[in-house]
């Protein structure tokens, strides 16, 4: 028997409505919807089952020590140049994003906003272990 956790299967996202938001996700994001009630949409995004849900707080983020807002979620891309266009088709599409930073570590990153104001990152970096396992590097 394997005991070890292997990856994160479900993220639960709190939402005001979860019509509009699942609306928001497929439309801004490609997020494919599985399931949708008034309580609850369940959606694919980047390989995660996404479950949005019918909440009082609309609002995942948490503010650490220092006073800084802070998300609960990165998405990875490949490299700087995937980093900059799906920034730039962010803009284009409505999101409200931040700019593209250097926080000192490799890669870049850059934070968005959904609908109900619940923030995420995106870095430029795909870690080395998800690269080995599921990237077919060109030939």
Avoid: C
Wanted: proline letters at 1%; glycine letters at 6%; charged letters at 30%.
């Amino acid at each position: 028997m394997n005991n070890k956790l292997i990856r994160v299967g479900t993220i639960y996202i709190p939402v005001k409505d979860p019509v509009s938001s699942a609306e928001w996700y497929k439309e801004k994001l490609g997020a494919q919807l599985n399931y949708l009630d008034d309580d609850k949409a369940i959606l694919n995004l980047a390989d995660i089952s996404m479950f949005l849900v019918k909440a009082e707080e609309q609002n995942s983020n948490f503010f650490d020590a220092n006073g800084t807002e802070r998300f609960v979620l990165t998405y990875e891309v490949d490299g700087l140049e995937a980093l900059t266009s799906i920034h730039a088709d962010f803009k284009e599409r409505g999101i409200k994003v931040g700019e593209i930073e250097n926080r000192g570590h490799a890669g870049r990153n850059f934070v968005f906003y959904d609908l109900d104001g619940n923030k995420f990152d995106v870095w430029s970096e795909l870690s080395q272990v998800f690269k080995r396992r599921f990237v077919k590097e060109e030939v």
